[in-house]
């Protein structure tokens, strides 16, 4: 297995792998799966900032992504960010997600953001416990803000340091700058 930043190439696997989360959970809030030139523009949309990593086996076919994205279009979130992973059904329990999400984190502590927020649609026991492992501490609920499949979802925010708190903060490094994989 072999980790690496996604590339446009990778948004219908990357799609694949993301549909059936959209539509037979509610652990993504969308209600229509993006197609592959969607995803095409949201790795593309992280412009050089926000990192999208995928763990391929050694024939090519990925198996999960890792991404970030701003936490929220004010200028002064910009030192956060919100991270998320995916991983194909036949991939799960098999600790690539955990080293996928695991090189995402490294790669924001070196570009020099200064928190990670994850956003986990409750319950998900998996998820919970996958985020605690990687330091995350629970920070709020969001309670009954989705209504998916028939019922009313909370989400619970998770929150990484990942750098420290300086004054003024200096500003993120482009992925270029840090990613040598």
Sequence with gaps: MRLR?????DAAAIASIYAPYVTGTAVSFEIDPPDAA?????VAGGGGRYPWFVACEAGGAV?????????????????????????AEDAIGRGIGRRLYLTLLETLEAQ???QAIGAI???????????????FTQAG???????KLG???SVG????????????PAEPRPVAEVWRG
Excluded: D, I, K
């Design 157 to 168: 925010l998770w929150q990484r340091p990942l750098a420290s708190m300086s004054s003024p």
């Design 63 to 87: 198996l999960g992504y890792a991404a970030a994205s701003a936490f929220r279009n004010r200028p002064a979130y910009r030192f956060t960010v919100e991270t998320s992973v995916y991983m």
């Design 38 to 42: 969607a995803m095409r523009q949201r």
């Design 5 to 9: 930043l996604a590339t446009a190439e």
């Design 151 to 153: 019922a009313w979802h």
């Design 112 to 114: 020099g953001f200064a």
């Design 121 to 135: 649609t409750l319950p998900n026991p998996a998820s919970v416990a996958l985020h605690g492992a990687l330091g």
């Design 141 to 147: 609920t969001y309670r009954q803000v989705g209504y």
